[in-house]
């Protein structure tokens, strides 16, 4: 993708004013996106994405430009851009023969490459998924369901001497269904991926499943009567439940936070926040995972991070440049959206690891309360972890037996509170996939938890 000898000259010429460090970022990536509505396939897209990003350090603070011109002159005077803002004594420029290619190992086999497979096979799945959802009942009023994928070279060199190279490939299905009443609607989603090629339809992905699914969702909630407000032991289902740590936790952890003073976890490494029953992982070694790589995108290979263990603080999510800041290594955990894009601390797939507790008893014995099955979008302030999430299929809980469904709930609360009053951690931990945003852009992210129970929280709903 690129020489080391070009590689070394465009790293001498972003340091030339004086900058301590220089990097690398190049990117080709290859996306192939369908789309069907209603029966009808009425989209078919293909793109691709080329170009480099180039990093300079000084001091705490970096420069960083970009340019789709790849060739050695378009290199040249992208890195001298970057360069033009660095106003510092000039060093000794970097030899390119110090460029040693770092072996990664591949630990996300791809057996189906997506640019090799008939477009023909990638429509079949969605009419799947399609049928699949129009067969669960008549109130079902529309369809759309969409396919991805992507195949993305990458190259990162730095004045360290690091010149690796890596492939990643993704694919995802959505399926997005709408019920209707006649005087009002209510949707279900289901959006499984995988780092996997076509072969994600072969050993884990049931297309017809995942349009039921969707659809049930709809159906149920279209039944449901308003959800009653107010303080009560709350229930939060596995797998969707997993994007309530994500957001009001995992976010709060990243040196993208911390390192400006700017989440409630700062200066908590070694104490408690959460009970003793929580352990909070964030993993990019998982076997072909949504949010897992062989290396992150500044070259470090990927970890597996403890950030919470046994309700104790006991790491953050570092990149490098943050990690200059705070005095702390960096983890493999930086990432971004693309080449137009500078790199900073990011989760990947990040879990409440499962517990001893058995699911069927936290409920039993939860007295009248509220089971979150699938939690779906919301917002949250990092600094102080405050946040409000949406709940897409909920029940209510009464003398510890599910009554009946409810829409329109809400959990309202501080991330750390929640995670101090979680009581119950059950067997089984499931993950779901989403992109998740942030000033590095959006990302593939897996988001999990087994069912757990949290002994008092804030529903919104109808008084």
């Known amino acids: 993708m690129l020489d080391k000898r070009v590689a070394g000259d465009v790293l001498d010429a972003a340091l030339s004013t004086g900058g301590d460090f220089s990097e690398i970022f190049l990117e080709d990536r290859r996306n192939h996106t369908i789309s069907l509505r209603d029966h009808i396939i009425d989209a078919v897209n293909s793109c691709r994405m080329h170009g480099v990003g ?14 789709n011109d790849t060739t050695r002159d378009g290199l040249l005077r992208c890195a001298l851009q970057a360069a033009g803002a660095v ?31 008939e477009t023909k096979k990638k429509i079949d799945i969605l009419r799947m998924a399609n049928t699949a959802a129009w067969d669960v009942s008549h109130e079902i009023s529309q369809v759309i369901c969409s396919y991805r994928d992507s195949e993305q070279d990458v190259l990162i060199a730095n004045s360290d ?10 694919t995802r299905l959505g399926c997005n269904v709408i019920a209707s009443s006649g005087a009002e609607n209510q949707d279900g989603f289901e959006g499984p991926g995988a780092m996997l090629g076509f072969e994600m339809f072969e050993k884990r992905v049931d297309p017809s499943k995942v349009g039921r699914e969707a659809a049930q969702t709809a159906v149920t909630t279209l039944h449901a009567p308003p959800c009653p407000a ?18 009001a936790c995992g976010h709060s952890l990243e040196a993208t936070f911390v390192a400006f003073d700017r989440s409630v976890f700062c200066g908590k490494l070694g104490q408690p926040i959460a ?25 470090n290979p990927t970890t597996r991070l403890v950030l919470i263990e046994n309700g104790v603080l006991k790491n953050y999510m570092v990149d490098a440049l943050n990690g200059k800041r705070m005095g702390m290594p960096a983890t493999g955990s930086t990432r971004r959206e693309s080449y137009a894009f500078a790199p900073t601390s990011r989760m990947r797939n990040t879990y409440i690891a499962a517990g001893g507790d058995d699911e069927n008893e936290m409920i039993a014995t939860m007295g009248d309360g ?4 699938r939690l779906g ?23 510890g037996k599910i009554s009946h469904a409810v829409r329109g709930a809400s959990l309202i609360g501080k991330g750390a509170d929640i ?18 945003g942030s000033i590095s852009g959006a990302v593939p992210t897996n988001v999990g938890q087994p069912m757990i129970r949290v002994g008092s929280m804030t529903v919104g709903g109808h008084a």
């Not at 995670?419 to 998740?436: A, N």
């Open 377 to 399: 979008g919301g917002s949250v302030e990092p600094v102080t972890g405050e946040f409000n999430f949406a709940v897409n299929e909920g029940y209510l809980v009464k003398g």
């Open 275 to 299: 009970a003793s029953c929580v352990t909070a992982i964030d993993d990019g070694t998982m076997p072909n995972e949504w949010g897992s790589e062989n290396m992150d995108d500044e070259g």
């Open 161 to 170: 001497g690091l010149f690796a190279t890596d492939c990643r490939v993704y």
């Open 54 to 67: 180039i990093r300079v350090f000084v001091g705490l603070n970096a420069v960083y430009t970009y340019t």
């Open 370 to 373: 509220l089971y979150a099955k």
């Open 419 to 436: 995670l101090m009053r979680i009581d119950r951690v059950g067997t089984k931990m499931k993950m779901e996939q989403g992109m998740c």
């Open 87 to 117: 106003t510092q004594a000039k060093q000794e420029p970097l030899r390119s023969h110090t460029l040693q290619l770092r072996s990664i190992t591949d630990a996300h086999p791809i057996f189906l490459r997506p640019s090799q497979t």
């Open 230 to 247: 107010g303080i009560m032991p709350v229930v939060i289902g596995d797998r969707f439940g997993g994007v309530i740590f994500h957001e």
